[in-house]
């Protein structure tokens, strides 16, 4: 596959091989250093490895007086002192086209499942500015999961960017899956950043199916690659998204995990020489972020959903990939372990999570059964310890009597079947039931099939 990248590489070996090649002067870990060639951070070069590698592509990453530092986005082996940097002029740029439907790509955009070739003119750069604020739309449509407790308790809007928080194995991929393939958004782009590799064709095979994979798009670096490349594997996605936003559609992109890019820009810091600041994240990290998030959300062209798996270890909100995203994000779910254990699935802790626009997207009626079911579901919890050792006894609290009364009814909404999927209509107004109130049809008019 020839792309324009090789085009220039071939024109510039040719014309200005001093200014535009260096060699390799020292390897140490991850971090190649090269005297020359003359080129700006975040330029794509390539390193002639002659050792049976070809060649090995890279990024500037820092300047060092007369002293290039790289990183590849492939693995390192074969590379020795001397070998030939070319720089190519160019960031890193990934070919767009509809026919990246039903593909799976690398770091950098290159196919990755024997389907073929993505032959494309058209390329859109991977580090890209957010949409101008003044230009995106207000999010005021909802967007529909197929997941009860999210349309009904946290509804979503479109263009709304929401995390996922959750302690390992507690169903972050697992409800990314149902998300994916119940959406009733345009496009998904499906972002495996720094997750196991042998996840990636259980969630082609099992959670999206043939018809989830026909409107999908998938970008996939998993944990054994190079921390570059979950990095730019991450923006890559969001580039992939921006291009079908730009085509005017509702696209859902799906991000697993933020955590995994974060402690990849970790590394790529201090290999770099970036002091550390808290728990080992170098300043690059909190930088990032924001750059990763903003660009996800509406334009004046199309929108793009976003949810993003967050990593808390041993459930700590406040540790700083957490806290870091949970402020930029218009929202956050948590996942509980306590209710994965007694197999709720999904294991959505509606009382701690929140939809910034839920309020927004929602008709009157529907935000007043939402708030009802809330309170139902928190007075059952507080009472929880005194029902279940027969403490509380029936009459006492009208209010108590209620919430026991309807927690089977709250049980069988909030919990779901992997395969289930449910019509937003249908979600409301169950969820009126619940609460004794009628959706007026005028509300229900406006949801999404
Ligand atoms: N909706 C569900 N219904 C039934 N079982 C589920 C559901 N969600 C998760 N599980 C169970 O929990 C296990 C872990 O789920 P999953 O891999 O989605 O978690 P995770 O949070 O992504 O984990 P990790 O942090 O390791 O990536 C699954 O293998 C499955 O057994
Ligand atoms: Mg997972």
Do not use: W
């Amino acid at each position: 596959m020839e792309t324009m990248l090789d085009k220039y590489l071939g024109a510039t070996e040719q014309t200005e091989t001093i200014k535009y090649a260096g060699r390799v002067i020292k390897v140490q870990g991850i971090l190649i250093e090269s005297a020359g060639p003359q080129a700006v951070i975040g330029e794509v070069c390539r390193i002639e490895a002659p050792r049976g590698r070809g060649t090995i592509l890279a990024e500037v990453v820092g300047l060092a007086g007369s002293i290039v530092q790289l990183m590849a986005y492939e693995e390192i082996e074969g590379i020795e002192i001397g070998n030939r940097v070319i720089a190519s002029g160019d960031q890193l740029g990934v070919a767009v086209s509809q026919k990246l439907l039903g593909r799976v790509l690398d770091a950098m955009g290159r196919p990755v499942d024997d389907k073929g070739a993505i032959e494309s003119p058209l390329y859109y750069p991977a580090i890209a500015s957010p949409p101008d604020p003044l230009k995106r739309r207000r999010i005021v449509d909802p967007l529909a999961t197929g997941v009860r407790a999210i349309d009904g308790m946290l509804a979503i809007g479109r263009g709304q960017r929401m995390g996922i928080f959750a302690g390992s194995g507690v169903g972050k991929s697992t409800l990314l899956g149902m998300i994916a393939r119940n959406t009733n958004a345009d496009v998904n782009v499906v972002a495996l950043i720094g997750e196991r590799g042998r996840e990636v064709n259980e969630f082609i095979e099992r959670d999206l199916g043939p018809e989830g994979l026909a409107r999908s798009v998938l970008i996939v670096t998993p944990s054994n690659s190079p921390p570059l490349a979950r990095l730019r594997g991450a923006y890559t996605a969001t580039a992939v998204a921006e291009y079908f936003r730009d085509q005017g559609r509702d696209v859902m992109l799906l991000f697993d995990s933020v955590t995994r890019f974060a402690r990849a820009q970790r590394e790529i810091g201090l290999a770099i020489g970036e002091p550390p600041a808290t728990r080992g994240y170098t300043p690059s990290m909190f930088d990032s972020m924001p750059k990763l998030l903003e660009r996800c959300g509406t334009s004046d062209k199309g929108t793009i959903t976003g949810f993003y798996t967050i990593l808390v270890d041993g459930d700590d909100m406040d540790e700083p990939v957490a806290d870091t995203v949970r402020g930029i994000l218009d929202g956050h779910m948590v996942l509980s372990r306590s209710m994965a254990q007694r197999y709720h699935y999904p294991a959505i802790d509606v009382l701690t999570s929140i939809s910034r626009l839920a309020s927004t997207v929602c008709g009157p009626v529907t935000i007043k059964a939402v708030g009802a079911v809330r309170r139902l579901l928190s007075v059952y919890r507080e009472a929880e310890d005194l029902i279940n050792v027969g403490a509380y006894h029936a009459g006492s609290n009208p209010v108590i009597d209620e919430a026991i009364a309807k927690r089977e009814a709250m049980e069988e909404f909030l919990t779901q079947t992997v395969e289930e999927r449910t019509a937003m209509a249908d979600t409301i107004k169950a969820l009126g039931r619940i609460a004794g109130l009628e959706i007026p049809a005028e509300e229900l008019s406006r949801l999404p099939a």
